[in-house]
């Protein structure tokens, strides 16, 4: 069974820098996507940041400030803040979709990581 496990969320002042990392385990062949989306209070749920084999893929509201990045070996996907907004405060999902078998693809969230801009 496929899990995701995010770690890295808090509280920071504006200007400031966070570093999220979501982690798939299980049995995993290879990792077609992965992905970084935010929920605000009262909003729906946005995409943050995308990455797959071909390249990444940002949110207006965070390019240039933000940074995805992924560690194959380690199935695992991270996403670097910067420059950090009191508008960025959000719960911050992963979301995966992974090659899973030869003909079978899995496509799941992980459980949310808090993500707090404030002085």
């Known amino acids: 069974q496929v899990q995701l496990v995010e770690s890295g969320g808090g509280l920071v002042q504006p200007g400031g820098s966070l570093r999220l990392s979501c982690a798939a385990s299980?049995?995993?062949?290879?990792?077609?996507?992965m992905g970084w989306y935010r929920q605000a209070p009262g909003k729906q749920r946005e995409l943050v940041a995308t990455?797959?084999?071909?390249?990444?893929n940002y949110a207006d509201s965070v390019k240039g400030r933000f940074t995805i990045s992924r560690d194959n070996a380690k199935n695992t996907v991270y996403l670097q803040m910067n420059s950090l907004k009191p508008e960025d405060t959000a719960v911050y999902y992963c979301?995966?979709?992974?090659?899973?078998?030869?003909?079978?693809?899995?496509?799941?969230w992980g459980q949310g990581t808090q993500v707090t801009v404030s002085s």
């Open positions: 979301n995966a979709d992974l090659k899973v078998g030869i003909t079978t693809t899995w496509n799941g």
């Open positions: 299980g049995r995993i062949f290879s990792i077609n996507a």
């Open positions: 990455i797959t084999s071909s390249g990444t």
